[in-house]
T-cell receptor
């Protein structure tokens, strides 16, 4: 059983649409990370959350600790947002990753 | 600053051969990590280090060894490569623990035939 489940696996949107990617987890955690993996393979950290909500530009991440659920939202999506978005949960010195959501934004 | 660098970028090994992957960071980070990424399975933690001279096992440590003799370097060794170790390997570092932002290297694509 995977401790971290992401949905959807694949997502295609038109430029300008509002995007939501979901992450559910089954273990008690100390932090949740959202990562972005570019088509070339590079991985960038977007957010680290332990509670509430964070916003950076057009990206918003929320977490509900009681429901063991997090969402990543992208407002006014753009083709350059096309990437794989990865959720990861951390506890102690361990970290488990979701399989990723592949987002394609069409112009 | 170069951030996190990995050497080599690509490598092809025959079954049974050995090799070492090098990860270097110039941000004075305490924590360093080695991950592998396989299609459909996501990233998995192999080993990590909480400081110079320390190492610890992650989720999938079997078949790998690591060393952190200098704070800026974290080495991942494969003593006897197997086809199951064909993967993309990522190194990452963070200032302190797992609850802080991690900085990733560009990855090493390893194929074992």
């Amino acid at each position: 059983k995977n401790e971290v489940e992401q949905s959807p696996q694949n997502l295609t949107a038109q430029e300008g649409e509002f995007i939501t990617i979901n992450c559910s987890y089954s273990v008690g955690i100390s932090a949740l990370h959202w990562l972005q993996q570019h088509p070339g393979g590079g991985i960038v950290s977007l957010f680290m959350l332990s509670s509430g909500k964070k916003k950076h530009g057009r990206l918003i991440a929320t977490i509900n600790i009681q429901e063991k659920h997090s969402s990543l939202h992208i407002t006014a999506s753009h083709p350059r947002d096309s990437a794989v978005y990865i959720c990861a949960v951390a506890w102690s010195n361990d970290m488990r990753f979701g399989a990723g959501t592949r987002l394609t934004v069409k112009p | 600053n170069a951030g996190v660098t990995q050497t080599p970028k690509f490598r092809v090994l025959k079954t049974g051969q050995s090799m070492t992957l090098l990860c270097a960071q110039d941000m004075n980070h305490e924590y360093m990590y080695w991950y592998r990424q396989d299609p459909g399975m996501g990233l998995r933690l192999i080993h990590y280090s909480v400081g110079e001279g320390t190492t610890a096992k992650g989720e999938v440590p079997d078949g790998y060894n690591v060393s952190r003799l200098k704070k800026q370097n974290f080495l991942l060794g494969l003593e006897s490569a197997a086809p199951s170790q064909t993967s993309v390997y990522f190194c990452a570092s963070s200032p302190t623990g797992i609850n802080y932002e991690q900085y990733f290297g560009p990855g090493t694509r390893l194929t074992v035939t």
